[in-house]
């Protein structure tokens, strides 16, 4: 399993950004997907997550309205289209697959702990 992310870099606040993750070793029509956050100390923050096998999906309330994720199947690629960016959402941003994980995209389960496969992670950097 490999996931690699891109399209991160700098934006101005109130910018949007899209971020791709190319998946391979699976297909992330039977695998679930997600994106997290990490900013420096703390934890990485689950920031949206897809289940495995419906169309729910979770996204923290720090970004609800304003970002949005996205599959591609005939590209197995994940997308994160990020909108209205403020600087508190500078941070590493990483891709996220957890196998066959029907309830990934509820709050309690969209955590790093869940989480079995992780992409290396991509700057966004929001300037005030």
């Known amino acids: 399993v490999q996931l690699v992310e891109s399209g991160g870099g700098l934006v101005p606040a109130g910018g949007s950004l899209r971020l791709s993750c190319k998946a391979s070793g699976f297909r992330f029509e039977t695998y679930a997907g997600g994106w997290f956050r990490q900013v420096p100390g703390k934890d990485r923050e689950g920031i949206s997550c897809?289940?495995?096998?419906?169309?729910?999906?979770y996204y923290a309330d720090s970004v609800k309205g304003r970002f949005s994720v996205s599959v591609d199947s005939a590209e197995n690629t994940l997308y994160l289209d990020m909108s209205d960016l403020k600087p508190d959402d500078t941070g590493i941003y990483y891709c996220?697959?957890?196998?066959?994980?029907?309830?990934?995209?509820?709050?309690?389960?969209?955590?790093?702990?869940?989480?079995?496969?992780w992409g290396r992670g991509i700057q966004v950097t929001v300037s005030s």
């Open positions: 897809l289940s495995s096998v419906d169309d729910t999906v």
């Open positions: 996220a697959a957890d196998g066959s994980n029907p309830y990934y995209s509820d709050y309690v389960q969209c955590r790093e702990s869940n989480t079995r496969y």
